[in-house]
Structures are given as structure tokens and as C-alpha cells.
């Protein structure tokens, strides 16, 4: 079974940076492309970034793109999130989540991911 703990979440101004850590265990974590995900209150939970299996193919939306910088280090079983820029509207619990079936792409839909962590709080003041 599939764990994941996040953590490197806090408050920060707007302008700062923070770096989310994901750390996996239980599956051969270099065999899955990765996702972060986040929600904010009374919103729906939306895609910020993904990486492939092999670390060779990122992806991100729009509204942190040139900001975030998702990477993964395969020896240490572990994901990232570089966050710079921060602005209010990045507020959310954010999600890292692995994708279902080894070797398959990354994928911007939540759907397609199969093992969750608990999240960790970004708040970001104005």
C-alpha cells in the first residue's frame, strides 16, 4: 500500500516562497508519474502540477506557471514543489497524489491518480 506524507507547508507573505515535500512509500516510486493538486475552502480541488515517472516531463497550470517548479528525487522516493511568487489566491490544502499504473503518463485529471497524501496547509497573506 501507498503512503504519502506531504509536508513544508506554513504562512507566508505574499511574495515568498515555500518548498513542499512528498515523501512516498510502499511502491517503487520511480515507476509513477506524480501530481500536485490543492483546494482552497468551499472550492473544487484543481490540478497545479505534474511530473512524469522519470522526472523528463512537467507540467503545470496556468495560474502557477513561471512561479512553481515541480521535481522529484527517485533515489530519495520523494516530490517537490518549488513555490515562489506566492499570492493570496495560492491559499489551499495542498495534495500530492500518485498516478495509477506504472510507467503511465502525467495527467492533469485527479482521476487518473490513485494514492492520496493528507495534504498540507499553504496559507499565503496579503
Known amino acids: 500500500q501507498v503512503q504519502l506524507v506531504e509536508s513544508g507547508g506554513g504562512l507566508v507573505q505574499a511574495g515568498g516562497s515555500l518548498r513542499l515535500s512528498c515523501a512516498a512509500s510502499?511502491?517503487?516510486?520511480?515507476?509513477?508519474?506524480m501530481g500536485w493538486f490543492r483546494q482552497a475552502p468551499g472550492k473544487e480541488r484543481e490540478f497545479v502540477a505534474a511530473?512524469?515517472?522519470?522526472?523528463?516531463?512537467?507540467f503545470y497550470a496556468d495560474s502557477v506557471k513561471g512561479r512553481f517548479t515541480i521535481s522529484r528525487d527517485n533515489a530519495k522516493n520523494t516530490m517537490y514543489l518549488q513555490m515562489n511568487s506566492l499570492k493570496p489566491d495560492d491559499t489551499a490544502v495542498y495534495y500530492c497524489?500518485?498516478?495509477?499504473?506504472?510507467?503511465?503518463?502525467?495527467?492533469?485529471?485527479?482521476?487518473?491518480?490513485?494514492?492520496w497524501g493528507q495534504g498540507t496547509q499553504v496559507t499565503v497573506s496579503s
Open positions: 510502499g511502491r517503487a516510486f520511480s515507476r509513477y508519474a
Open positions: 511530473i512524469s515517472w522519470s522526472g523528463g516531463s512537467t
Open positions: 497524489a500518485e498516478r495509477a499504473g506504472a510507467y503511465s503518463s502525467a495527467s492533469y485529471f485527479s482521476n487518473n491518480y490513485d494514492s
